[in-house]
């Protein structure tokens, strides 16, 4: 079984402050994805990550970077966390390229931004 | 833009009935469909994929896929107050390049099996 694992499950934390959110996989997956999911929007990627040290920007990149150091670790930064951060954050990964493969979720992160 | 629909419901089907979720999408050349499922305050779930026109059967869940008319269906038999969720259509977002990573998501149709 594929897993997918987030660091936390809810997260509080106050405008202004830089925001780490940590997605591992235990399968060997080449690619790695950041959504955020909000009432009525649907799910939005954030970027995604198709080797080590490769990123791409997806829909909705602005005030977010990410880094992935190891091939089973993706993180999503907040540079400055907003009230419009606010939101569920989804991580998925997925084994090959090409007319899109399945992608398998983590549980979420919900975050609250104060 | 490259776009998949569906109708946000809810739709109410009795205990035992058959529910029919359906999507579009818009780009003519998309190859890979899926399907996932979405509790409430959970992270979606693959139920299935599938590729080729026609149907494909896994249990009480049949994908049906029309290409020439972009068209996308779940079908659940014998549905159940458990299958009670969110479902959301999935389709791959493009050929080469980083379009070939990517899958668009539609906004999802709540479905509500009454007991």
């Known amino acids: 079984d594929v897993k997918v694992t987030q660091s936390s499950r809810y997260l509080v934390k106050r405008t202004g402050e830089k925001v780490f959110l940590e997605c591992v996989q235990d399968?060997?997956?080449?690619?790695m994805f950041w959504y955020r999911q909000d009432p009525g929007l649907g799910l939005r990627l954030i970027y995604f990550?198709?080797?080590?040290?490769?990123?791409e920007k997806g829909d909705i990149p602005e005030g977010y970077s990410v880094s992935r150091e190891k091939k089973e670790r993706f993180s999503l930064i907040l540079e400055s966390a907003s009230t419009n951060q606010t939101s569920m954050y989804l991580c998925a990964s997925s084994l090959l390229a090409g007319q899109g493969d399945t992608q398998y979720f983590g549980p979420g992160t919900r975050l609250t931004v104060l | 833009q490259k776009e998949v629909e569906q109708n946000s419901g809810p739709l109410s089907v009795p205990e035992g009935a058959i529910a029919s979720l359906n999507c579009t999408y818009s780009d003519r050349g998309s190859q890979s469909f899926f399907w996932y499922r979405q509790y409430s305050g959970k992270s979606p779930e693959l139920i299935m994929f599938?590729?080729?026109?026609g149907d494909k059967e896994d249990g009480r869940f049949t994908a049906q896929l029309n290409k020439a008319s972009q068209y996308v269906s779940l079908l659940i038999r014998d549905s159940q107050p458990s299958d009670s969720a969110t479902y959301l259509c999935?389709?791959?977002?493009?050929?080469?390049?980083?379009?070939?990573?990517?899958?668009?998501f539609g906004k999802g149709t709540k479905l509500s099996v009454i007991p």
């Open positions: 399968m060997d997956h080449e690619n």
């Open positions: 999935a389709v791959n977002k493009g050929y080469s390049g980083a379009g070939s990573y990517q899958l668009t």
């Open positions: 599938i590729y080729s026109n």
């Open positions: 990550s198709y080797d080590v040290k490769m990123k």
